[in-house]
């Protein structure tokens, strides 16, 4: 469901991407998936969003958002917050839907379609708002996670839903050590 010459615009909820890869067993590689979507239209903006811990003196994920920024991706960031749950367990909170949202509502008069790299139902709303303005929208994720890491209401607003475990071929890679996976562990513990 993509047409070479509309514009394309790729939000990534860089949290809710990780866990939905790192549930199917691979990592993915940022840029085969950036080649992947120029291939598929022309691509005007691949945005990553995360939150990152500023009180840390050296952050895990900063590699990774480093050079997302330095390759082609636009990177919105904010401070994480930490807390202590209940439990005792130390917890991290970066929820970046709204970021996400004014972003694509700002960027939609000037695409064709939108790519959201996300299975939060919160971004139906926003599904349906750039869909009145005549803006096509996919929304990959996956189904063959246990559980599904996408909500049923976003798969049914969205025009197309892409398996991510079927892009696995084409923007993915096998979870490595020592390489920039040891970045994403960080991004695993940002949570809505």
């Known amino acids: 469901m993509f047409y070479k010459d509309e514009r394309l615009a790729l939000f990534i909820d860089g949290s809710n991407l990780y866990a939905a890869a ?42 990774l958002v480093d050079w997302l920024h330095y390759n ?30 004014v972003d694509a509502m700002e960027l939609a008069p000037h695409v064709d379609h939108i790519v959201i790299f996300s299975g939060d139902g919160d971004f139906r709303p926003l599904v349906e708002a750039v869909q009145r303005k005549g803006v096509r ?37 096998p979870p490595r050590e020592g390489d920039m996976s040891f970045t994403r562990d960080r991004e695993r513990e940002v949570t809505e």
């Open 22 to 63: 790192k549930s199917l067993g691979f990592d993915i590689d940022y840029k085969l998936l950036r080649h992947e979507f120029m291939r598929r239209g022309k691509m005007l903006r691949a945005f990553y969003y995360t939150a990152l811990l500023e009180n840390d003196d050296y952050s895990p994920i900063r590699p």
């Open 72 to 101: 082609g991706f636009t990177m919105v960031t904010k401070p994480a917050k930490e807390y202590t749950d209940r439990e005792g367990r130390r917890k991290v909170k970066g929820n970046m839907d709204i970021e996400l949202t």
């Open 137 to 173: 929208v996919s929304v990959v994720s996956t189904i063959r996670s246990n559980p599904p890491m996408i909500s049923d209401e976003l798969r049914r607003q969205a025009d197309n839903f892409i398996e991510l475990d079927e892009l696995r071929e084409v923007i993915g890679r």
